[in-house]
């Protein structure tokens, strides 16, 4: 007897697809190095734990985080720059490396506002000679 399938290949929500994740561009990575924080709620809602990162690799609707340590995070959490000062991106965890980076997709897309903020701030060498628009 052949194993059955949960869902038949033509059942309709084969077809739903998210325009997020399935149809959304794909926005060119830059190297950037700020410091960053990961905020998230431990035990439910018992308290909330705040753990510092770096952004190295960064888009418009994602980011590659490189953290101190190996800890156990939660599929979503808030993202801070406070160099910048963004707060409470929203993110999902796409992907956790062995080498103690982790990719992130944010809930919301950066305008290029925020991104120029971020590279403004940022110490990678490829950004030095940004400034920051005051008029804007």
């Known amino acids: 007897m052949a ?3 949960p869902m038949p290949s033509g059942h309709f ?3 739903e697809e998210s325009f997020m994740y ?3 561009v794909r926005f060119k990575m830059e190297d ?3 410091a960053a924080r990961i905020e998230y709620t431990e035990k439910g809602v018992m308290n909330m734990a705040s753990r510092r990162c770096d952004i190295i690799r960064i ?3 994602t980011a590659v985080l490189a953290l101190l340590t190996q800890y156990a995070l939660p599929k979503q959490f808030y993202l801070d720059i406070p160099d910048a000062r963004i707060t409470k991106v929203g993110c999902m965890l796409m992907r956790v490396n ?3 980076t982790i990719e ?3 809930l919301r897309m950066l305008n290029d506002k925020e991104l120029n903020k971020i590279f403004v701030y940022s110490t990678h060498p490829a950004h030095r000679d940004r400034v920051l628009d005051i008029r804007a």
């Open 3 to 5: 194993p059955s399938s």
């Open 13 to 15: 929500l084969n077809k």
């Open 22 to 24: 399935d149809r959304e």
């Open 32 to 34: 950037t190095m700020n």
């Open 59 to 61: 888009s418009k609707s």
């Open 98 to 100: 062995a080498n103690n």
């Open 104 to 106: 992130v997709r944010f």
